[in-house]
């Protein structure tokens, strides 16, 4: 089973020991993606360099999953701004109903004078974590947000618009064991193409400019689409 799932122009290149790790001035983030059995850290896979980052590709028995790690210009209000914003977006296609999965960003960091908590707004899940100098947001769609994109199709299968209201009122869709953002996924629908993303922004602390929260709060359509200009139109698989 073999499918482009962000459809650009792309270069392969040989992997290296930190394509699943961002630098950020909190500390270092490492992504995770998992769907079924495969885990894209411990399974091979192929890099394609993007101009603004990177693809993770998998083929594996009835599954093509895709991690895309690349540099977003957020949509601010006027006022804001951020130093940077990067998206962890996956996408895949799998033959399998079964094939559940996970989708993580982890902050490891040594710095002690880190605080941070849940920063949540209107379809949005969010974290932010604060040093004495640097403010540092991830977040992405909360449940509400997903049941509306699964429900007119809009990269997720509308038969999944339900199991992301019982997963939120379950208290299962969100990862919270970890010191960042995670989503337990769903299990697939066979054959339809599925996306999710997590936003990672950060800015130096001034009074009121820091967008933090805003650049996380980003349409799945044009995070895909800042990765890969034709990856949001790229939905028939």
């Keep these: 089973m073999t499918q482009q799932l962000f459809s650009c122009s792309r270069h392969y290149r040989a992997p290296k020991p930190d394509d699943l790790r961002l630098d ?6 490492n992504f995770g993606a998992r769907v079924g059995h495969v885990d894209i850290a411990t399974h091979g896979y192929a890099v394609f360099d993007l101009p603004g980052g990177r693809v993770l ?7 093509s999953m895709e991690l895309a790690i690349c540099r977003i210009e957020p949509v601010l ?3 804001l701004a951020v130093d940077e914003c990067w998206g962890a977006v ?58 509306a994109r699964a429900k007119s199709g809009e990269s997720l299968p509308p038969e999944l618009a339900d199991h992301f209201t ?15 953002l995670g989503y337990n996924l769903p299990a697939s629908v ?14 130096k ?18 995070v895909a689409s800042q990765c890969c200009p034709a990856a949001s139109h790229a939905t028939g698989i």
């Design 90 to 147: 996956l996408r895949y296609v799998s033959e399998r109903s079964s094939d559940s999965g996970l989708l993580r960003c982890q902050l490891l960091t040594e710095t002690a004078d880190i605080v941070g908590g849940l920063d949540c707004g209107e379809g949005v899940y969010a974290k932010t974590w604060s040093s004495n100098e640097y403010t540092l947001t991830m977040g992405s769609e909360d449940a509400d947000a997903l049941f």
């Design 24 to 29: 950020t001035p909190l500390g270092t983030v």
């Design 77 to 79: 209000p006027k006022g």
């Design 190 to 203: 066979p054959g339809l193409l599925c996306q999710y993303h997590i936003l990672i922004a950060w800015s």
């Design 57 to 63: 590709a998998v083929e594996a028995d009835l599954l």
């Design 166 to 180: 019982r997963m939120a009122y379950e208290d299962a869709l969100y990862d919270s064991d970890i010191a960042g």
């Design 205 to 222: 602390d001034s009074e009121d400019s820091v967008g933090t929260s805003a650049a996380v709060d980003q349409s799945a359509e044009y």
